[in-house]
């Protein structure tokens, strides 16, 4: 698939989609990246880190 027919699948522009690729895109809009996702039959997911947390203190 070229730059312009994804572009044109996830209804966003080429320009972006050449960005995104070289890693220059800030503040890239979820549902951006899922019609692009969509678009590639993709899968995003995302998992939770779990906090750590400071022990209570001693009484």
Request: aromatic content about 2%.
């Amino acid at each position: 698939m070229t730059q312009s027919e994804l572009a044109l699948a996830a209804d966003v522009s080429r320009k972006w989609i050449s960005v995104l690729e070289n890693g220059g895109v800030d503040g890239l809009g979820l549902a951006r990246v899922m019609r692009v996702l969509d678009a590639l039959d993709g899968l995003l997911i995302l998992e939770t880190a779990p906090v750590e947390t400071s022990p209570p203190p001693a009484p």
